[in-house]
């Protein structure tokens, strides 16, 4: 008898640590969503509506993203990585720059907790990636 309580006190000490470590991978797995900024034209001359469109797109394109929805100064851009995650944003784009905006995603763990939206870190790093390939215009 004392050998099964003892048996049933680890098994319980095991599955409450496994509990432990599986909620933290799921807590590293998001992070605070990165509001981009709008990214301001420099250029002396800024691009008109087409040139700044094609730039927004091409950028896109270079690093995988497709053009799922077009609109007067507006670009809706998803990314599919492998299949198993999603993400679609929106470039509302005008001569002064360009802005990008989150609007939807799969298997990213998106929420907002207390007003504060948490997306999975990749999400962070895939809207820099396309900030930095865009440039500014």
């Known amino acids: ?26 807590l590293a797995r998001t992070a605070d969503m990165y509001d981009a900024p709008k990214v301001l034209a420099v250029s002396a001359t800024p691009l008109d509506a087409s040139q700044t469109r094609d730039r927004i797109v091409a950028g896109g394109q270079a690093l995988g993203w497709v053009v799922t929805r077009e609109a007067p100064g507006l670009v809706e851009l998803s990314y599919d990585k ?9 470039v509302r784009y005008e001569p002064t720059g360009y802005k990008i905006d989150y609007v939807t995603s799969f298997n990213l763990n998106y929420e ?3 007003g504060v939206r948490k997306i999975h870190p ?11 390939r865009i440039g500014p215009v």
């Open 1 to 26: 008898m004392k050998r099964a309580n003892t048996q049933a006190r680890w098994a319980g000490v095991f599955i409450a640590l496994a509990l432990c470590m599986a909620s933290g991978a799921a």
């Open 82 to 90: 492998q299949g198993k995650h999603q993400v679609t944003v929106a």
């Open 112 to 114: 907002e907790i207390g």
């Open 122 to 132: 990749n999400y962070n790093r895939w809207i820099l990636n396309l900030i930095k």
